[in-house]
């Protein structure tokens, strides 16, 4: 897999907000692909295009439909105004968080927005108080990384082996490494203490690179 010398979201942001009345925490990325909005509108919600550089999709795709990624999250769609907003529940076993996607056309291509939304319940408290924003982070920077490939090499598939590969060799694990680390810079400029967000940034680098 050739990913070139990919680095990674433009902006990384996380917050302390009220959802839904209830104590949230909020994790934001934005990065600027190179290519029309109607094209990565399509690589987002088309169920033929997402499993090409995400994962295998099913259900009933369009508002207040339900969805489910293949061995991972499901949920229901609850908005969809192409080619710019999409929102949907993120569910995981019995925990529920919600993602949205905004679109935007930019001088250079087109910027996606990604934030992630989940309230400070018991698990998820768990969870961060382990790893902080990079957990999700990170994961969401991958899945850009690989949603980047397959709109500049026109459709292509990222291969699975390939990725594997990839995010153990050297290249893929300083990928990673700076994305928590980038993370953690985010978290700090939040209001974390550096201690702290270092700590769990560190914790984020061992997980995904099991070093």
């Excluded at 090409?52 to 908005?79: N, P």
């Excluded at 902080?132 to 899945?143: K, N, R």
């Excluded at 203490?193 to 700590?199: D, F, K, L, R, Y």
Aim: with cysteine.
């Amino acid at each position: 897999m050739d990913y070139g010398s990919a680095s990674g979201l433009e902006f990384r942001g996380t917050e302390e907000i009220t959802y839904r009345g209830k104590p949230a925490r909020s994790v934001t990325g934005t990065q600027i692909f190179r290519t029309k909005i109607d094209d990565l509108w399509d690589a987002l919600t088309n169920p033929e295009l997402i499993p090409r550089w995400f994962l295998t999709v099913s259900g009933d795709l369009h508002l207040e439909g339900l969805y489910q990624l293949k061995g991972h999250a499901g949920g229901k769609i609850t908005r969809c105004d192409p080619p710019k907003a999409l929102d949907v529940t993120w569910e995981v076993g019995n925990n529920t968080s919600w993602v949205k996607v905004r679109l935007e056309p930019k001088e250079l291509g087109t910027q996606l927005l990604l934030e992630h939304v989940m309230l400070k319940d018991a698990d998820s408290e768990s969870h961060w108080k382990q790893y902080g924003p990079g957990a999700t982070g990170v994961g969401w920077e991958l899945s850009f990384l690989a949603l980047s490939y397959h709109l500049v090499n026109n459709g292509a598939t990222v291969n699975s082996e390939e990725n594997a590969a990839w995010m153990a060799s050297d290249n893929g694990k300083a990928f990673m490494r700076n994305s928590a680390k980038n993370w953690g810079a985010a978290h700090i400029a939040s209001g974390k203490s550096a201690e702290i967000a270092h700590a769990m940034a560190n914790r984020t680098v061992k997980f995904y690179t099991g070093e």
